[in-house]
């Protein structure tokens, strides 16, 4: 497996409330893209992070980067119910290897 | 701009039968993907083409799994014969295959096999 992490993972939170959700990866990329997944939906790209950016941002969104650690976060801020949804972590170039991914629930 | 479609939405097969889903991608894309999706695996790959060429084919899938592009629009994924653990939801994706290498991704088709 490309990823550390092996099961689907599940979060719960207030409206309102930050989250972080992280990734780690066992081949050596440059790039990692967060997707987002909707119910009865493909995934779609929400940010990308290379490695020279250590940190990137878009709205209520930052995703980081640790080359070293391997590792990749996604945060939302004072997140809100339309966040629910599905985020995956993928690395690779023409061929991705996606994560298993979090599943995210926001209570109003 | 039409995205990836996707047909049919929800497909229901015997054990044993032949199904075939149907893919058109992004129009320009030059790469398209199969995937699989299930909850305990996630996303695992079936197919991968560059400019119609078979770049991959998902290695433990190649014995009933089968995908084709028969132009640069249009793609079929073939699973034959049917198993019950063949339910999942099978994705479709296309992408330019340069720059950021973005995946747009269909709607999937949802198969359910008795």
């Known amino acids: 497996s490309q990823w550390g992490e092996e099961n689907l993972q599940a979060l719960s939170i207030q409206e309102g409330e930050d989250v972080t959700m992280n990734c780690s990866y066992k081949t050596y990329t440059t790039v990692v893209h967060w997707y987002r997944q909707d119910s009865g939906r493909g995934p779609a790209l929400i940010i990308l992070i290379r490695s020279n950016e250590r940190e990137k941002r878009s709205g209520r969104l930052r995703a980081t980067l640790d080359t070293s650690s391997q590792s990749s976060s996604l945060s939302i801020t004072a997140a809100q119910c339309e966040d629910t949804a599905v985020y995956f972590c993928?690395?690779?170039?023409?061929?991705?290897?996606f994560g298993k991914g979090t599943s995210l629930t926001v209570i109003p | 701009d039409a995205g990836v479609t996707q047909t049919p939405r929800h497909e229901v097969a015997e054990k044993g039968q032949t199904i075939i889903l149907k893919c058109e991608p992004v129009s320009g894309h030059n790469d398209l993907f199969w995937y699989r999706q299930t909850k305990i695996q996630g996303l695992e790959l079936l197919s991968y083409?560059?400019?119609?060429?078979?770049?991959?084919d998902g290695g433990a899938f190649k014995d009933r799994f089968k995908a084709e592009m028969l132009n640069s629009s249009f793609s079929t994924l073939k699973i034959q014969p049917t198993e019950p653990k063949d339910s999942a939801v099978y994705l479709c994706?296309?992408?330019f295959g340069t720059g950021v290498y973005e995946q747009y991704f269909g709607p999937g088709t949802r198969l359910t096999v008795l």
């Open positions: 994706a296309s992408s």
């Open positions: 993928a690395t690779g170039y023409q061929n991705f290897y």
């Open positions: 083409f560059r400019s119609k060429s078979l770049m991959e």
